[in-house]
């Protein structure tokens, strides 16, 4: 251990005060004395002072040891300079560019280390007949920790960064254009990416493709080439306020999302093919699908679609599976592709859906299609409402409950309705604008309840049963050019109904359990059907 010693000396007054100087040789001797003391008590202080600089510097050398051959020169900032291409990154720490690159041959930039950071600093990686852009290189274990931001990566012939093993990464600040002319990705890269505000235009390949648990925001994504995606999520990932759009190119579609997985606050438009889509158990919400040669909007079995918008798409507005729900929705224009069974604004092709306060219109091409369509048993229709379709309004197949629904002016029947169906409280209006519509009001099968609905102008019966075991109950109708209720076959019941300026008012057959019509007045009966 080294010990250094304090100087001392003494201190003494200097004879004269504060007067002016004198000469060395003029002072008596122990004035110089004195002197010579001061001198040696500071170059000892001097010593001292060295020496603790000298231990100082030592142990900074022990804090900030590092590689004594970096793998390019350190910029302004601290960051490695990628000076040239190609470039291969093997340790990791924070890398930089200082101008454009391009690279001819193979791979731009290869990353073969964990917790790399690249800031592209406005730059851009140009490919000239490369491979990839940034890439892991053919083969490599599991990467983590790449952070790539703020640049242009272009015109590579594979991806522009390709990360097919890679997790736990994020991306941001990127312009990705004119790669893939293999037919890959843009963005490729494995699970729990984050993707933020990249911008993917021109690229022959899908745009941006993650694994699961990915979080994409704020992006940007062109398709141009038939049979291609906009941005690929796998399972429980999260894509919101983005934005993808094509040039209705076959096959081509917009988002796509695994199962768990939510999609919000997006738009696509004019895809060759499907708009969004979400897997099991997915949620879609407040999005729009516009304009698309496909479909707008599908979820998978035990989905959600809430708050979204599919309108003048050649397919189907929005379609689900079992177990769906779709509430607060707008499916207008659809279906002008006029494909079989394609053609609706909301299809449930399930059971036991929730469909709630969503509007279908002008759906559908002649003869062929209509608003919404309930292609499964166990579902509820409630507050929606259809008009301008081109066949139905809403259509139930087994065991739906239609409630609080409008249907008008709808280019056949506004309601229609299989067996063990209950449809209440609903308002079906055929009215053209210039007349009666040209179908029934509501038209069922059998084993239906039909209770508490209105059913006016329309060309032909207001109720319209064709089936037995149906209870028709409580429901009012007027103005229609044929019957008000009609009902063909024995087994009904038909009570506590109202008609007016039907013709007839009833046309009940035989067999069923029927009070005659009466007006007010003369009607006896608790269960009376009232005609005026």
């Keep these: 251990m080294l010990i250094l010693a304090t100087p001392t000396g003494d201190r003494r007054t200097r004879p004269g005060g504060l007067g002016g100087p004198r000469g060395l040789s003029s002072r008596k001797p122990e004035e110089r004395g004195w002197n010579m003391d001061r001198i040696q008590n500071k170059a000892a202080w001097g010593l001292v002072v060295a020496l603790s600089l000298l231990v100082l510097a030592a142990l900074a050398g022990v804090v900030r040891g590092g590689p004594l051959d970096p793998t390019s020169p350190p910029g302004p900032t601290g960051k490695n300079v990628i000076t040239s291409l190609p470039f291969t990154i093997s340790q990791p720490g924070s890398y930089v560019l200082n101008g454009n690159l391009t690279g001819s041959s193979g791979d731009g930039i290869t990353i073969q280390a964990d917790n790399v950071s690249i800031d592209l600093n406005g730059f ?26 703020n640049g242009t990566i272009a015109n590579w012939q594979n991806s522009a960064i390709f990360g097919q093993h890679l997790i736990n990464s994020t991306f941001e600040d990127l312009k990705l254009a004119g790669n893939g002319i293999s037919g890959k990705e843009a963005l490729r890269a494995d699970r729990a990416i984050t993707v933020r505000n990249v911008k993917a235009t021109d690229n022959h390949g899908n745009g941006i493709a993650l694994g699961a648990h990915a979080q994409v925001s704020d992006c940007s994504v062109e398709v141009f080439y038939p049979n291609t995606t906009g941005i690929v999520g796998a399972d429980q990932s999260t894509i919101r306020d983005c934005t993808v759009t094509g040039n209705l190119a076959s096959g081509s579609s917009g988002i796509s999302a695994g199962d768990g997985s939510e999609v919000s606050h997006s738009t696509v438009r004019s895809m060759g093919g499907l708009g969004i889509a979400a897997g099991t158990g997915g949620t879609i919400a407040d999005c729009t699908a516009e304009g698309g040669a496909g479909g707008g909007i599908q979820i998978s079995p035990f989905g959600t679609v809430r708050g979204c918008t599919a309108v003048f798409n050649g397919g189907i507005g929005i379609q689900t599976f079992n177990d769906a729900t779709v509430e ?72 739906t409950t239609v409630r609080e629904c409008n249907a008008s002016n709808n280019g056949l029947d506004e309601i229609e309705a299989g067996s063990r169906n209950l449809i209440e409280n609903c308002v079906v209006d055929g009215f053209t604008g210039s007349g009666p519509g040209p179908g029934d009001g509501i038209l069922v099968g059998s084993n239906n309840v039909i209770r508490g609905c209105t059913a006016q102008n329309n060309a032909g019966s207001g109720i319209h049963i064709t089936g037995t075991n149906n209870r028709v109950e409580s429901n009012h109708a007027l103005f229609n050019s044929l019957a008000g209720i009609k ?23 035989a067999g069923n359990q029927y009070s005659p019509a009466a007006p007010v007045s003369g009607a006896t009966n608790p269960w009376a059907n009232i005609s005026y």
Excluded: H, M
Excluded at 487 to 505: F, Q
């Design 124 to 149: 851009t990686l140009s490919g000239a007949g490369g491979i990839s852009g940034i890439s892991e290189g053919p083969t490599s274990p599991t990467r983590q920790g790449w952070t790539v931001r």
């Design 328 to 399: 607060d929705c707008v499916a207008n224009g659809n279906g002008s592709g006029g494909g079989n069974g394609s053609t609706f604004g909301v299809l449930v092709n399930g059971d036991n859906s929730i469909i709630r306060g969503c509007t279908a219109n002008n759906n559908g091409v002649a003869g062929n299609g209509g608003g919404i369509f309930i292609n499964g048993k166990g579902s509820t229709l409630e507050n929606c409402s259809t008009s301008g379709n081109t066949v139905f309004g809403i259509s139930t197949f087994d065991n």
């Design 487 to 509: 009902v063909d076959s024995g087994s009904n019941v038909v009570v506590l109904n109202s008609a007016s300026a039907n013709s007839p008012n009833y046309d009940v057959a």
